[in-house]
């Protein structure tokens, strides 16, 4: 009964308030304003995963922001969300999501500027990530926190520095099994220029907890701990001819602490080395030269991919593993449209316990101008000598088209790639790209556009490294409705971070337990139509049914969800109504497949507060 009579009441503030316009001035100094749309109607949710309730219900998505003295003294944001369930919410939120978002800005007028925010989230719905196709989707919670200052007086150097930390866990759908991270993160830049160089320097230091849910990590809960810094610095200056030089130094240290199949920890410690230097002695020619050193290839690589959340180190290329290149090349313009490229690199490595060296001769030829007034395209040729007694030679392509046809509007790309350089001098890798997109206006204001994209990468005469996807998408639209319609599919190897399963490219050195191979394919469509004017109506459907197997468990998973919305609008007031359907099942849970349902049917204003 209290919940009737609070959303007759709510119902009778959306309708009859009237508008306040004006900003609120508080004492002398501070000043605000707010506004927020506020929600009032019937709600209902029910599911496998979620209490069933049902009833008059608020929402309330607002936005306050307001200033102390002057805005360049204290400005601040605060966006608070409530009960943001409802099928029509921007949110797109399965369950009963609150919270807010505070961001307060601190002397930006001033040469010492900084900032604080924060950020909760209640029983939001979120995502969890399968390569390739759309994520699986969770309900969780999460918060974060950040705080940052600088420095910026002129004629000395610049000074900034941040500390961040968020959290967030969600229960996967369709699965008992939770997901989860805990992150921090300190980091300190500074820049300063003299005598015509540019120097600049940093230090980070950050520190990661992942919780994995065990269908993809397997038998067992698995969780991981890392915790590693980095720092560097660099600098940079104009040279005499038309050129620039470049040096940049990095070293890492990480340890990760693997609790799961098996207990494993892992430690490393990289230095980096960069430099290069460019010079144009003539109007059409350039010249470049540049080198690089790495004392660990394994850390090297690695620590892009903990920096994502991995669950262990995946690469691993021996004990001392270094690699040491130097390079260096012309290009030269012919005309506007035509050029050239030749360049050498040189390649000294070690891993896998053996030593390598090869060379890698690249020439290019890159034609802008519109062959047919179709094509435009650079093609290459890449020989390489890895020192080992093997030679090869490879190709690399690019062509792009387009072409109009009695009103047909059509263009394509086309990539290719063949024997050119990996990050190890013994593999090669190869690859294509390729695309179409087709477009037709008719009459009535009718028209169509159908595209393709496809992909596929691998390591040269290596079986099982071969990533492929594939997509298609049609649309067709009038001026008072759209249907859409795709389709993707999409297979190869990823690796199990914190944010789900990410692809991993063509890569040597990567044990097969710690892969993951996926494959899938989805579906969906919509339609959005405006049958008068001021009402809307939409619906979309979209299915992703895939398959992922690890070291040791093998699931089948399907996504489906469908979404239909109706809005008519007249001025600030909306009439609103909506129904959301959600169902995943992953057969690895070990439980029946999620389902949850959300329908709202109710009024909406926009109020100036103050």
Known sequence: ??????????????????????????????????????????????????????????????????????????????????????????????????????????????????????????????????????????????????????????????????????????????????????????????????????????????????????????????????????????ANRNLPINGSFYVNYTRSEATTDFQGQADNTTNYTTSTETSGATIRPLQKLSLFANESYTDNLSGYFNQNLINTGTVQTPFNFGSGSRSFTVGGGATYQFTNYLSTQAQATYYDQYYFDKSYTGTYITGTVNYARRLFDMFTFSAGVVEESNGQGSNSVGFIGNMNYFRRIKGWETSGSFSYAQNVQSILVTYTSSYYNYSARLHRRFGHGLAWIASFNGSHSGLTNQPGSNNDSKSYSTSFSMRRFTLTGNYTQASGNSILTNAGLVPLPPTPGVPASDLIIYNGDSYGGGLSATPLRRLTLSATYSRALSNTLSNTTNSHNNTEIFNAQMQYHLRRIGLLGGFTRFTQSISAGGVPPGTANSYFIGVSRWFDFF
């Open 1 to 234: 009964m209290t919940r009737l009579v609070a959303g007759i009441v709510g119902l009778l503030l959306v309708i009859v308030i009237p508008q306040v316009r004006a900003q609120m001035q508080i004492g002398d100094n501070l000043q605000m304003k707010a506004g927020g749309l506020l929600t009032v109607g019937y709600q209902g949710d029910y599911g496998d995963d979620i209490q069933s309730s049902h009833g008059l219900n608020f929402g309330l998505n607002g936005t306050v922001s307001g200033s102390y003295y002057n805005p360049d003294f204290l400005s601040f944001d605060f966006t608070p969300y409530y009960n943001q369930s409802q099928a029509n919410s921007n949110f797109q939120s399965l369950t009963g999501a609150s919270g807010f978002t505070g961001t307060a800005n601190l002397f930006t007028g001033s040469h010492f500027p900084g900032s604080v925010s924060y950020r909760d989230d209640y029983n939001s719905t979120g995502t969890f990530g399968l390569a390739g196709q759309p994520d699986f989707t969770t309900h969780g919670h999460g918060q974060g926190f950040g705080i940052g200052w600088s420095a910026l007086v002129p004629g000395l150097p610049t000074l900034s520095t941040s500390y961040s930390q968020g959290s967030g866990s969600g229960t996967v759908y369709g699965t008992d099994q939770e997901t989860g991270s805990d992150t921090k993160l300190f980091n300190v830049r500074s820049s300063y220029a003299i005598e015509g160089f540019r120097l600049n320097g940093f230090y980070d230091h950050n520190t990661l907890h992942s919780t994995y849910p065990e269908f993809l990590a397997g038998e067992q809960e698995s969780v991981s701990d890392t915790t590693g810094h980095d720092f560097g610095f660099g």
